[in-house]
Each structure stands twice: as C-alpha cells, then as structure tokens.
C-alpha cells in the first residue's frame, strides 16, 4: 500500500510539473505574438476577435474598460489565454533582446510597458459560439498602440495540437478628463443595466469593469437593434460648475438625426434653434424630453465638486423608428456656466428580414 501510494504521489507530480511547464510555453508564446506583431511581422489570424472599449475618468488618468468577442466555434475546450500589451505610439513595442523560447536570453525584467497584462480566462459561448471577456487598465491621456494575443489553452496532454491564435491590434487615442473643464465619459451603448445589491470587491471588479458603483452596464454586443428592442444609452458627466452654496445645474438633451437618401438631408451645418446642427445627408428625427441634474433631483448630499460624476442616460423604445441609419445626438448643458458639450451615438435600426 505505501508502494502504491508513492507511485500515485510521483505520478501526481509528474503531471503537475508538466503543467506548470505548459503553462509557462504559453506565457511565453503570447509574448512572442505580441512581439512579432509590435515588429510588423506576420501573426495567426485563426479566429476573429472583436475589440470595443469606451474611456472614463479614473483617480489617476483614464480608464479603459474593453470588450473582446471572440469566435470560439473552433476552440478544443472553452479556455484561452488573454494577453494585452499598451504601448505609447511610436514607442517600440517589443524588447529588442528578446529571443524566442529555448534561447539563452528569456524576456527583459527591465522592460517596463504602461499595461503589461495576462490572464486566464474560462469562455461562455452564446449562441453562435461567440464569447465576450470584458477586463480594463488606466493609463495617462494621449495616444497609444494595443497589441491583444487570444490563445487557445494548450492541453498538458498535447491531444489537442497546436492551439489556435490571433493577434489584433487597435489605436487608441486616450481623452484628458483632468482639465476642470466640462465633459464626459465616451456614451456606452448597453445591453442591459442593472442596480446590484452590494458593492463588488476588487476581484470582481476586474472581471467586470462595467460595474460603476453599483450600476452593473453590460455592453452591447453591435449597434444594430431591432425595431421591438430598446437603445440603452449610459455615460458619466464631470467637472459641472459647482457654486460656493454647492449649487450646480445640468440639463441633457437626447436630438435623434435619420440618414437621407442621397440629396435628400438637410443642408450641411443646418442650425435651428433649440437642436445641435444636421450634418451631410441627415434629416432631423425627434427628440425626447430633457433631463435635469442638479440638487432637487439627485439630493442636496450629491456634490460633484468632490470629484464625483453625474451618470446620465436613458432607454429610448425603437418601436417608432424605421429601419434605417440613425444618429442619436446628446447635448450636455451646464446651465451655470452656459458651457454645453456633444456626444454622438451612431446606430442602425434593422427589419426583421434584415436580422434573418
């Protein structure tokens, strides 16, 4: 018996030092996707993979919560390996003695990227076998280049053969939201919202960037809706004019432009009172009634002096919208100051046989 137990205990740790040997040539094989791609040579590209983010004000810099969907319908098992790279633009992105595994040299410790990141993640497909991880970093305002490296789990086994990869990457130009000036977060389209009844820890809070507070935003998957669906729009307004008395005023407006056959918009810059401007090949669709923020409606303990942002937003039924392409947009009034700013929503309403 105590033969046989040693020999289950040795076979036990033969097979977890193979694995942590496996999982250490993964890590190291995302890495050299992302160098290859950050040098301009040629990556996998064995399934497709979405990135969506949006951009909020964070204690330090800017926040940037994103979305990747990935098509799994090709995956062995539904598990990959997530790997995003940030790197200001123009900067080299790759470290330049770095080797491939199995050389002398392994990866720089003194390589120091603004967001360095890897992670495991469980995949749950949804119908169509597509998959959304959502994650998030910060970084400072300015312009940066996104390497991401999606690898399928190797099997510590090796049943499954090479595991599929794709590399993408994205440019991002990243806003300031430190200015004192009036402004606000990019406009998230969602899904759905929900109120949550406790506040997540920072564990979840990784995995679910959305949360805000105790808003839970999950996004939406495209901008394309169906007539019997409603566009659900949510964003964060900052640095309101906040008088000594802590008095601040807000009002949003929501104007919806349609998209005109040829010839037959409005004309390019078209100002009516009361509505942002048409553009090329937009004709004016409606408007919902406006809303207002200020200590009457959120309380007269809300103040957004100390740092803390307004969240607006709406659900707007579109029961009574064509099919056709719309653009939703929302002005953002401070009514202390007479500052206003816009944010644009682009949309496409679909027929059902369209959605077919």
Do not use: C
Not at 119 to 138: K, Y
Not at 263 to 285: H, L, Q
Request: hydrophobic share 40%.
């Amino acid at each position: 018996m105590i033969v046989a137990a040693a020999a289950v205990l040795a076979q036990d740790a033969r097979r977890q030092e193979k694995i942590e040997q496996t999982q250490q040539e993964e890590g190291e094989a995302v890495l050299t996707l992302a160098d290859a791609a950050a040098a301009g040579q040629s990556v996998p590209l064995d399934f497709e993979v979405q990135w969506q983010n949006d951009f909020l004000k964070a204690q330090r810099g800017t926040f940037v919560p994103f979305t990747l969907t990935i098509d799994a319908s090709g995956f062995s098992r539904p598990a990959a390996l997530v790997y995003v790279r940030v790197v200001g633009h123009g900067v080299p992105g790759s470290p330049a003695n770095r080797q491939k595994p199995g050389g002398e040299q392994s990866r720089r410790d003194d390589v120091n990227f603004p967001v360095d990141a890897i992670f495991p993640v469980d995949l749950q497909p949804e119908p169509g076998q597509l998959a959304r991880v959502s994650r998030g970093f910060s970084v400072g305002p300015g312009d940066y280049d996104v390497v991401v490296v999606v690898r399928e789990r190797a099997d510590p086994d090796g049943r499954s053969g090479r595991p599929k990869a794709t590399v993408l990457k994205e440019r991002l130009k990243v806003p300031d939201f430190a200015s004192g000036e009036l402004t606000a977060s990019t406009v998230i389209v969602a899904d759905r919202l929900a109120v949550l009844k406790d506040v997540l820890g920072a564990d979840e809070l990784a995995e679910r960037p959305y949360v805000i507070g105790q808003n839970d935003i999950t996004p939406a998957a495209d901008r394309e809706f169906r007539r019997d669906e409603e566009l659900i729009v949510v964003f964060l307004i900052y640095n309101p004019t906040v008088t000594a008395e802590k008095k601040f005023d807000l009002q949003v407006e929501y104007h919806f432009f349609r998209s005109a056959v040829s010839g037959a918009g409005e004309p390019s810059g078209a100002s009516v009172p009361g509505r942002p401007a048409a553009r090329d090949g937009e004709r004016y669709f409606n408007r919902t009634e406006p809303q207002r923020f200020n200590p009457s409606v959120l309380g007269s303990q809300f103040d957004p002096g100390g740092g803390r942002p307004v969240m607006a937003g709406q659900g707007i039924p579109l029961t009574g919208f064509d099919a056709g392409e719309y653009r939703l947009a929302i002005t953002v009034s401070d009514l202390i100051s007479g500052r206003s700013i816009l944010r644009d929503v682009r949309f496409k309403v679909v027929s059902e046989r369209e959605e077919l």
